[in-house]
């Protein structure tokens, strides 16, 4: 049995995914499994849910570390660059078990290549053959580097970063590229520059501390390609529903509203991110926004029923405090008699503060 781990939407949505476990599987017992968040949705679009393992969120080295029994496995990526995706890999595999790994990297693409990592040169020779890809050879695994300075700050250093990405860090933007050169200043925890960047403060607050050499550092989109979207016919409760609060959080909507019949979403990108992912559940939401969008994922569906408030300007997070008070008595689930009811307390609750209600 060969293990296979998909990174990303954009190796999907490529249909390079696909092709690669077509061929793989004409060869060997292959089992596939998605690592990181948003592929998932990818996956959905695609109709691959029988053929990769979306039943839980994990990181990469989490999904290359279960696959027991597995003889290797094939790290299949589509990076901007394959230098870049080569830097990703070698993070990956410091992280992992010993175990022979077959980077595939950008395999559509002119510049694809096949890349083995702990000594699985005889594997790759063989899954290069397979899919008429040459064979680079990588650098020594590195988990991400970190400096500490003299002034007791810790640097890390950001790869790939393009002037006008935004920059996320355990899923909330705190940035803006202005240089392909960005560097996280961290002291004490906190977050006291990012060099290269243009700063967005109030990412900064609702981050407040982090580990720097184990924080989730990303840029650019969520997902930078084409697809088509596929909608949810899940039926859902009409009384008694169950109801979840999504709260700048929006990467683990699948755990949160696994269960539920209605989500509300705080923040303009989580309602986009968290609202694109639910529309593929089937899950109506209640989006609370303030037009403060940094565009983190574009061309997003909503599912039908929703409604989307905007509020005055740096009134989404205050709207969202009262309604997880006064609606989920602080808490971020409770069940409410109907759809309709919710969304009367929370429209009464934005109250002045209210613009407009958009309706899907």
């Known amino acids: 049995m060969i293990g296979v781990v998909i990174h990303g939407p954009e190796i999907i949505d490529s249909g390079e995914a696909r092709r690669v476990l077509d061929v793989l599987s004409e060869h060997y017992d292959v089992r596939a499994m998605l690592g990181g968040t948003m592929g998932r949705t990818a996956v959905i679009d695609a109709h691959l849910e029988d053929r990769i393992d979306i039943s839980r969120r994990m990181s990469l080295?989490?999904?290359?570390?279960?696959l027991h029994g597995a003889t290797a496995v094939v790290l299949l990526n589509r990076g901007k660059t394959v230098d870049s995706g080569i830097a990703f890999g070698r993070i990956?595999?410091?992280?992992?078990?010993?175990?022979?790994?077959i980077q595939i990297e950008r395999p559509m693409e002119d510049d694809g290549v096949v890349i083995p990592w702990n000594d699985?040169?005889?594997?790759?020779?063989q899954v290069a053959g397979m899919l008429d890809l040459p064979i680079r050879m990588p650098p020594a695994a590195q988990d991400v580097l970190v400096v500490r300075t003299?002034?007791?700050q810790t640097r890390r250093s950001i790869h790939d970063a393009v002037p006008g990405e935004t920059i996320r860090i355990n899923g909330i933007v705190v940035g803006t590229a202005v240089s392909d050169n960005v560097e996280i200043v961290v002291e004490d925890g906190r977050i006291v520059d990012i060099a290269g960047a243009r700063i967005k403060e109030h990412g900064i607050e609702k981050l407040?501390?982090?580990?720097p050499g184990t924080a989730l550092v990303r840029t650019g989109s969520i997902r930078r390609t084409g697809h088509v979207p596929r909608i949810g016919t899940t039926e859902r409760r009409r009384t008694n529903i169950s109801v979840v609060l999504i709260d700048h959080d929006a990467e683990s909507t699948f755990e949160?509203?696994?269960?539920?019949?209605?989500?509300?979403?705080?923040?303009d990108d989580t309602t986009a991110i968290a609202g694109d992912i639910l529309y593929r559940l089937g899950i109506p939401i209640i989006g609370i926004t303030d037009l403060d969008i940094d565009n983190v994922l574009t061309n997003t569906n909503i599912f039908p029923g929703s409604v989307v408030l905007r509020v005055e300007p740096g009134y989404d997070d205050v709207v969202g405090g009262m309604v997880q008070n006064l609606v989920f008595d602080g808490e971020n689930q409770v069940r409410a008699s109907s759809i309709d009811s919710v969304r009367e307390q929370v429209i009464e609750i934005a109250g002045k503060r209210l613009?407009?209600?958009?309706p899907y």
């Open 61 to 66: 080295s989490g999904a290359i570390n279960s």
């Open 92 to 101: 990956v595999l410091s992280r992992t078990k010993q175990i022979p790994i």
């Open 120 to 125: 699985a040169m005889p594997w790759a020779e």
């Open 150 to 152: 003299d002034e007791d």
């Open 208 to 211: 407040r501390k982090i580990d």
């Open 256 to 267: 949160l509203a696994a269960d539920a019949d209605l989500a509300v979403t705080i923040g």
């Open 355 to 358: 613009i407009e209600v958009v």
